[in-house]
């Protein structure tokens, strides 16, 4: 069991840039594949960033691509989303997942089912 805890969502400008925290609870962190999912007003849950459990792969949604870097530290056990040129269509609520699946060192999962724990998400909005 791994609790999740997300901070660093803010009001930011168009162009903009924000890096949301995600600390995790317990002490099998580098266990867990971890990911960034979003979901804006009335639109689904849209996978936004994931990655392996000793950081050796990285996955993006296209629309993050060139513009997020997800990283982590498992000494610390926390995971990170550094978001630059923040876009209005960026607006939305961040969630932090983590994955207990067991596919390999380099898996990272791309779709909700894939996560079994979730934080419980913190609010970014782009203004234009």
């Known amino acids: 069991q791994v609790q999740l805890v997300e901070s660093g969502g803010a009001l930011v400008q168009a162009g903009g840039s924000l890096k949301l925290s995600c600390a995790a609870s317990?002490?099998?962190?580098?266990?867990?594949?971890m990911g960034w999912f979003r979901q804006a007003p009335e639109k689904e849950r849209e996978f936004v960033a994931g990655i392996s459990r000793f950081s050796g792969r990285t996955r993006y949604a296209d629309s993050a691509k060139g513009r997020f870097t997800i990283s982590r530290d498992n000494a610390k056990n926390t995971v990170s989303l550094q978001m630059n040129s923040l876009e209005p269509e960026d607006t939305a609520v961040y969630y932090c997942?983590?994955?207990?699946?067991?596919?390999?060192?380099?898996?990272?999962?791309?779709?909700?089912?894939?996560?079994?724990?979730w934080g419980q998400g913190t609010q970014v909005t782009v203004s234009s």
């Open positions: 997942a983590a994955s207990r699946k067991l596919n390999g060192g380099l898996w990272v999962g791309t779709l909700s089912f894939d996560y079994n724990f």
């Open positions: 317990g002490r099998t962190f580098s266990t867990y594949v």
